[in-house]
């Protein structure tokens, strides 16, 4: 069974940092994409960053310097380590996988197969 688990949301002040984890089991890194997706409150979902099975990397423009993604296939994990925190970054963040690797249209979310639960961050003082 496919599955990713998101971890390490949490409450930060504005300028803050947090690491996301996503944890895939049932499948290796080496033949999937990776994306993060976020939704706040009242919004639709939107896709923030996108690793590929290769190491290719992709990002939304309101995260671009702020945020990275990358992988450790040695644990089946990928992070997203998040910097300077803006309010605007509250939001439930998500983890997605989808076969064939690539990071190509990364931000559309029903080319992705297996989702996690979501995991929250809070971006206040």
């Known amino acids: 069974q496919l599955k990713v688990v998101e971890s390490g949301g949490g409450l930060v002040q504005p300028g803050g940092s947090l690491r996301l984890s996503c944890a895939a089991s049932?499948?290796?890194?080496?033949?999937?994409?990776i994306g993060w997706f976020r939704q706040a409150p009242g919004k639709e979902r939107e896709g923030v960053s996108c690793?590929?099975?290769?190491?290719?990397?992709a990002y939304t423009d309101s995260v671009k310097g702020r945020f990275t993604i990358s992988g450790d296939n040695a644990k089946n994990t990928v992070y997203l380590q998040m910097s300077s925190l803006k309010a605007e970054d509250t939001a439930v963040y998500y983890c997605?996988?989808?076969?064939?690797?690539?990071?190509?249209?990364?931000?559309?979310?029903?080319?992705?197969?297996?989702w996690g639960q979501g995991t929250q961050v809070t971006v206040s003082s």
């Open positions: 997605a996988a989808r076969l064939g690797g690539y990071c190509t249209g990364y931000d559309v979310s029903e080319s992705y197969d297996t």
């Open positions: 049932g499948f290796h890194l080496d033949n999937f994409a």
């Open positions: 690793i590929s099975s290769v190491g290719g990397v």
